[in-house]
């Protein structure tokens, strides 16, 4: 299962099941999960956790020291969990001592030429679409998409199921269940589809609909909007999800569209 045209530390930890293709190279200090997939050329520097059944394609290079020039030479790593699909030229980079790691949930798709830097934070079943770059610190919360080449600033935060539209760039926060777009970036609707995809109930999507006419429709302040919400709307997860969100943004969130 391990090409002999492979480089791999001694010290490496590497579960039973795991698939090494030729010209891979894996320093010391790794740990990689049962029934996981390396296809050629790809590197693995020490500090990464790689979890099980993932995939990982040429090129690809995980766990390289942070573009931080306040690194130096901390103890860190990368998590990555299971069943992760991260495609070629993809680049994480492992932690500094701000957080100390970068963070992938299970069941994600990293596309070719992404790039998710030092101390990211991602859930489960993201998609990064093809060139998608991730400055240092982003969060993002389960079920979000974002497509081809979108560019996300340090330190912004993206709820769950949003999707944000290929070449987007934005530097404030995305609250959940929306589409953000256009340049500026900013509202565009409710992500329909991905919530009827995930089987949220016409109810459910009612409140959310709702929620965001209070925040970008309705001409208030963020402040006065979430007290409509909190008064006018029944208390739901979803409702609470978007309250938090709102309320514990610290760069503000995205803006609504102006013709």
Known sequence: MIHPLTNI???????????????VTIDKNVE????????????????????????????????AIPQDLK??????TVQIGDNNIIRECATIHRGTASKGITIIGNNCLIMAY???????VLGNHIIL????????????????VLAGSVLV?????????????GGTRFSKDIPPFIIVGREPASYGGLNIVGLRRKNFSPEQI????????????????????????EEELPATRERDMILSFVKNSERGIIKGYKE
């Open 9 to 23: 530390h001694p010290e490496a930890k590497i579960a039973p099941n795991v698939e090494i293709g030729p010209f």
């Open 32 to 63: 990689i999960g049962t029934g996981t997939k390396i296809f050629s050329n790809v590197t693995v520097f020490e500090g990464a956790r790689i979890g099980k059944n993932c995939q990982l394609f040429p090129g690809a290079v995980i766990s």
């Open 71 to 76: 690194f130096k030479g901390e103890d860190t």
């Open 114 to 120: 992404s790039h998710i830097a030092h101390d990211c």
């Open 129 to 144: 679409g093809n060139a998608t770059q991730l400055a240092g610190e982003v969060h993002i919360d389960d079920w979000a």
């Open 153 to 165: 600033h340090q330190f912004c935060s993206i709820g769950s199921h949003v999707m944000v539209q």
């Open 206 to 229: 009612d409140v959310i609909h709702q929620a965001y006419r209070f925040i970008y429709q309705s001409g208030l302040n963020n402040t006065d909007a979430l007290q409509k919400i």
